[in-house]
């Protein structure tokens, strides 16, 4: 079955930097265009970025875009979210996914701003 497992969460101050990570099973990884999403705290699912199955195109909302970059491995299943000049507003458990929605997603991994 489809597997999804974060990582790489954590507290940071703003500013500050984290480098998330997913590994990816049960599917055919290298075929799969992925996601991120996020949920703060008392709101709903957001989308952060996407890329194709082969990470030649990158998506991001216009919150992160400049900021996080999705890149991944094929060759090891792996997402990555590469996160800089994080802010408060980033905290959240960030989510990866199959799809932009998130109905496809993993456990989480939580990231909190916080000075």
């Known amino acids: 079955q489809v597997q999804l497992v974060e990582s790489g969460g954590g507290l940071v101050q703003p500013g500050g930097s984290l480098r998330l990570s997913c590994t990816a099973s049960g599917f055919t990884f290298s075929r799969s265009p992925m996601s991120w999403v996020r949920q703060a705290p008392g709101k709903g699912l957001e989308w952060v970025s996407s890329i194709n199955s082969g990470g030649g195109s990158t998506y991001y909302t216009n919150s992160v875009n400049g900021r996080f970059t999705i890149s991944r491995d094929n060759a090891k299943n792996t997402l990555y979210l590469q996160m800089n000049s994080l802010k408060l507003e980033d905290t959240a458990v960030y989510y990866c996914?199959?799809?932009?929605?998130?109905?496809?997603r993993g456990q989480g991994t939580q990231v909190t701003v916080s000075s």
């Open positions: 996914a199959k799809d932009p929605k998130g109905a496809y």
